[in-house]
């Protein structure tokens, strides 16, 4: 099989038009603890204003299937597709587009964020099946891109061949430790259809992802890019982000343009798991655990664009001024859409946030 | 997960309404010949002719898509799903419903007719894949039989609890041979729904499937079934197709009653593959291969039940009374459904013939 770009595909932006969304519904104890219904709550929130703008699709596996029917409005269409947790940024296809507006998947191989190397459960033959059968459920071709290890998380297109990526992740020993950091640059150009990949060294202080570039950098148009930022010199975020803005303001996208930076501060004190929380998890064997007081990679990049919105993660209570922050400074950045505030600390506490949760579906001329 | 019998479902009969029905686009050149346009031709006029009273999804891979579109009426749809060649029969799902109307998918193991035993072909992992990618395009739940192996066309139902199949390939030692026969009778109640089975010795002279029930005997109404028969002593099927009718005729379905047995018989004469025909196979290493002379299973009983008609195999030229003959007994054994006599020479060179290449989806109440 020819390779996207041989093809004449190429991943579009997040923030051009979708025909819709994937999300997964969630139940896993190790991720939304013994009684999953309030990240349930969280994600149908995410999936009934998203419904208001564009087609959202919902896997639900036989457990779950029922309590989604009842959870989510008539217009979200439930996909009987099983998983092993409920990350569709991870393990939804990656889409990409041609000229003619017709739209094909692409299926990475998928290792849980690292496989026997450190990833985070072991059990993922599920997850990783889920891209190819979303597209057979959308009737849309796939490529096949195993054995190359990847997640949607991992990059970001500026829609005109630039894509964006973390050194850490990317180069991590439980990706694709046999590549060369140029063999890695070329299967992306390949397919995603690129030009240019532009590697900042750092994503979010403990992010369990490797950093994913999803949470610390991601572009609002073409030249355009938000960061991730802290201020507090005695915070590892501090000299992380400004390592990563000194590379982005000394790089050009692949039409040669500078980037504008705009900072988006992360909550200005860490947000830790309670003791709380910490027992409301049921780990299975072999799954990573968190401890209490553990710091959790909260960051308002993991936004979400919707047709006529964006769903900014909220932290709440003592960060309630950071987040009306980052919606003040999301809505500068991303004119003409509805800046929606979504309480995310469930949806972090689980391991990710709104952006990593959901996974956009191009507009396309046969959907 | 339960089985379709815990959760209250059943396998309706092929006469019973239907939904619509499952096809392959066929490619193989061990079965279809250098050109395999011949058959597609065959296959697009089946398509074309349950299209005028079902929904025809007609699957296709990425070599094969063009063609299809190219030859097929607009209204079947083309799915996106790769297999190894063209037997929907015998890799689609079962189709069990419930009492509400539900459907649900039951995918069995496939091993190409015997595995390592005595299957047909050693690469067969898209075709063991693709009954749950049918289930995830038309979004409903598949049940999971593995590790039991059976193919669709090993079975038939009456749709009121009867279930008919023979000895010689449910026995074999290419499908479940660690289990008895009383363990396999059991399964197929929990996966069928059914209450009986019933077990007749033989199918068709020569049929590579270990001798499906497809092409030997089927239910043309509860209660009332036709048998390939031969009058002939000196052909091996006569001796086959007596001992079937001994049993047949003293056996009782799930409801106590007789069977109505008419007998459909097979061409008069041999049907062999010619060395020109022969000469225009390419085998695949590890491919089960023809000889020019070689006697093909050829019976009128792999005909196919649409929604307003009856689509029953030809055979021509020196069959044509036989073919004639065939058409005028399911006549009797079908009111009110057009009879639709289709060339099917070429599908039966290619190992089966209409009811191998086709699978019913029961009419539904969400689909």
């Known amino acids: 099989m020819n390779t996207p770009k041989q093809d004449g595909f190429s991943m579009p932006a997040e923030f051009e038009p979708h025909h819709g969304t994937v999300m997964i519904f969630p139940e896993r104890p190790g991720s939304w603890g013994k009684d999953p219904s309030a990240a349930q709550q969280a994600f149908s929130q995410i999936a009934a204003r998203l419904s208001q703008c564009e087609q959202v ?79 057979t459920a959308l009737n849309v071709p796939c490529y096949n891109a195993r054995p190359f290890v990847l997640e949607g998380g991992a990059i970001h297109c500026d829609g005109e061949g630039t894509v964006l990526v973390t050194e850490v992740c990317l180069l991590s020993g439980g990706r694709n430790p046999q590549l060369t950091k140029e063999q890695i640059t070329a299967k992306l150009l390949e397919y995603l259809g690129a030009e240019k990949v532009i590697w900042i060294p750092f994503g979010i202080y403990n992010d369990e992802t490797n950093e994913h570039i999803d949470n610390i950098c991601a572009f609002t148009a073409p030249g355009e890019v938000v960061l991730a930022w802290c201020d507090d010199p005695d915070d590892p975020q501090y000299a992380m982000s400004r390592a990563d803005y000194d590379i982005l303001s000394s790089e050009t996208d692949a039409h040669g343009r500078k980037l504008k930076i705009t ?102 001329r046969r959907l």
């Open 57 to 135: 699709y919902m896997l639900a596996g036989d457990q779950t299937a029922a309590i989604a029917a009842e959870m989510l409005p008539e217009a979200v269409k439930l996909l009987h597709i099983p998983t092993d947790d409920s990350w569709a940024r991870d393990v939804a296809p990656t889409f990409v587009r041609n000229a003619a507006g017709d739209i094909r998947g692409i299926s990475w191989q998928f290792n849980a964020w690292g496989g026997d190397f450190d990833g985070l459960y072991p059990d993922y033959a599920q997850d990783d099946a889920a891209a190819e059968a979303i597209c």
């Open 263 to 364: 900072k988006l501060p992360v909550p200005h004190k860490p947000v830790c798991v309670t003791e709380a929380e910490c027992n409301d998890y049921i780990f299975a064997e072999g799954e990573d655990t968190r401890e209490p007081g553990e710091r959790l990679a909260a960051s308002y990049v993991n936004f979400y664009f919707g047709n006529d919105c964006v769903l900014v993660p909220q932290f709440g209570g003592a960060y309630a001024e950071d987040d009306a922050k980052a919606c003040e400074i999301l809505h500068g950045c991303c004119p003409g859409r509805e800046i929606v505030p979504i309480p995310a600390r469930v949806i972090l506490l689980g391991g990710g946030n709104i952006h990593c949760i959901t996974q956009q579906i191009p507009a396309a």
